[in-house]
């Protein structure tokens, strides 16, 4: 079967109009099995709920490079008018998840063209990661726990960057991010009586407040900590009744781990104090939580090395991405790197309605892959 790079546009858009969510991307995972099942992946291994790896094995045994996709879309409703457009309501790759499964697909084809001497090539495409959980779930399942894996390598396309530029970090390339929720509970009373009641009002005004206080947003500072409000409620829309329960929900970031559990001890203690202040019982869960994502030097210096052999555009970047990445859990376990893949200047941004990913870097990131494969495993 005669197989070319229009077909894996082709692909990439017909992930874009049927995507799923973070947890549900089981037709996704079919999808991606059938395709890339036609490249002749030595060995297929399931990876949680709805991952999959494809595994590519050299002639001879050597080391080990683990190469990963994401799959999820997010929950927003698309604007575009293209042919390809979101034919799921409220859903849509609005992340670039469908483009960045085409650059791995590719990537598999190029392996099946011309196979590896040496060593074992791993295409990991990964669920779930727009809520945190789905690295976890890969990295905890036994299948992937028994592989032997000697470096990791992602990239996230990025907008508002030349096209096919290469983006890099040495250190601290995506934040550590987090979100709380923090629960409030006081008693109902008439809104007449309000005294005969416990309204959580001031306690959830006080703890915005005072949470904002904690955040140093420069991000050019080692001390780099973003507090977000996310989601407030309480009470109900009813007019005679003083509100007797309330929650606020926080999302925070720092490009340091330490100082991210620091600061999340903070926020706790914040509303323990305040509870204890107004007469309300509390309770806090923490969601969606990403560890910052550490490139290595070394691994960092090969996709400098790969963009140089390539021909593209090199950009270092002074300070981290703002926006949070799972795949941090797998730089925290192995030696590795992620990289930007450039998405053009005036690409609308990530997670916006109007957001649309450029076909013109499936090959540029599948090239680019392919370089840091085979150079790696000739090392």
């Not at 999820?72 to 979101?86: T, Y």
């Not at 206080?213 to 003083?242: C, H, N, R, W």
Request: proline share 5%.
């Amino acid at each position: 079967m005669s197989v070319e790079l229009e077909d894996f546009i082709t692909f990439r858009k017909t992930l874009h109009q049927h995507p799923e969510v973070s947890g549900d991307e089981r037709h996704t995972r079919d999808r991606v099995l059938h395709f890339v099942k036609q490249f002749h992946p030595d060995t297929i291994i399931p990876a949680g709920k709805n991952g999959l790896i494809f595994v590519y094995e050299g002639n001879e045994p050597g080391r080990a490079i683990l190469l990963r996709a994401e799959m999820d879309a997010l929950p927003i409703q698309e604007v575009n008018k293209m042919e390809h457009v979101s034919t799921v309501d409220n859903v849509s790759h609005l992340c670039g998840h469908d483009g960045h499964m085409a650059i791995l697909s590719r990537v598999a084809f190029h392996l099946s063209k011309e196979k590896i001497q040496k060593g074992t090539v791993y295409l990991l495409f990964q669920p779930a990661e727009e809520t945190g959980e789905g690295a976890k779930e890969v990295y905890a399942s036994k299948p992937f726990r028994k592989l032997k894996i000697d470096q990791v390598i992602a990239l996230h396309n990025v907008p508002a960057y030349p096209l096919n530029s290469i983006i890099v970090k040495e250190n601290t390339f995506t934040p550590a991010v987090s979100s709380i929720i923090v629960h409030f509970k006081g008693k109902t009373s008439h809104a007449a009586e309000p005294e005969m009641g416990v309204n959580p009002a001031e306690a959830i005004a006080a703890y915005i407040k005072r949470s904002l206080a904690l955040a140093q947003p420069q991000q050019d500072k080692e001390d780099f900590f973003l507090v977000t409000p996310i989601y407030m409620q309480m009470g109900e829309k009813s007019y005679g009744v003083s509100a007797g329960y309330g929650e606020v929900h926080l999302t925070i970031r720092s490009t340091d781990n330490h100082l991210l559990h620091k600061k999340s001890k903070e926020l706790e203690e914040i509303a323990g104090e305040l509870a204890t202040q107004f007469g309300l019982g509390y309770s806090i869960r923490w969601t969606q939580e990403f560890s910052a994502n550490e490139n290595d030097a070394e691994v960092v210096d090969d996709i400098r090395k790969a963009a140089k052999a390539l021909d593209l555009k090199l950009i270092e970047r002074s300070s981290p991405m703002k926006w949070g990445e799972d795949f941090g859990l797998f730089t925290s376990h192995y030696k590795g790197a992620m990289f930007g893949l450039g998405a053009g200047v005036h690409q609308p941004a990530l997670h916006n309605p109007d957001y649309d990913f450029p076909d013109e870097l499936i090959e540029t990131g599948s090239r680019v892959f392919e370089q840091l494969i085979r150079d790696f495993l000739k090392k």
